[in-house]
C-alpha cells in the first residue's frame, strides 16, 4: 500500500511547493503567489491539479484534502 510520500513524490516540482506551502506552512494562494513569483490564479490551478491527481492515485484514501 502506498504512502502518502509515494503519492506526492508523482506530482511536479511546483504541484509538491504549492502542497507543502499550503498544508504544511498554512499560506494562502496569494502568500505562496508571493513566495513563488507565480500569479495567484496559477497557484489555485497546480492547487486544484495536485489535489485531483492524488485523489486519482489514492481514491478514498484523501478525501478530507480541502479544495
Known amino acids: 500500500h502506498p504512502t502518502l510520500t509515494a503519492w506526492v513524490e508523482k506530482l511536479s516540482t511546483w504541484e509538491q511547493t504549492v502542497l507543502l506551502l499550503f498544508y504544511q506552512e498554512g499560506l494562502n494562494f496569494s502568500q505562496i503567489g508571493e513566495c513563488t513569483g507565480l ?5 489555485v490551478k497546480i492547487h486544484a491539479n ?3 491527481k492524488l485523489r486519482e492515485l489514492a481514491p478514498g484514501e484523501l478525501s ?4
Not at 500569479?39 to 497557484?43: K, P, S
Not at 478530507?64 to 479544495?67: E, Q, T, Y
Open 39 to 43: 500569479d495567484e490564479r496559477e497557484v
Open 50 to 52: 495536485l489535489l485531483h
Open 64 to 67: 478530507s484534502l480541502k479544495a
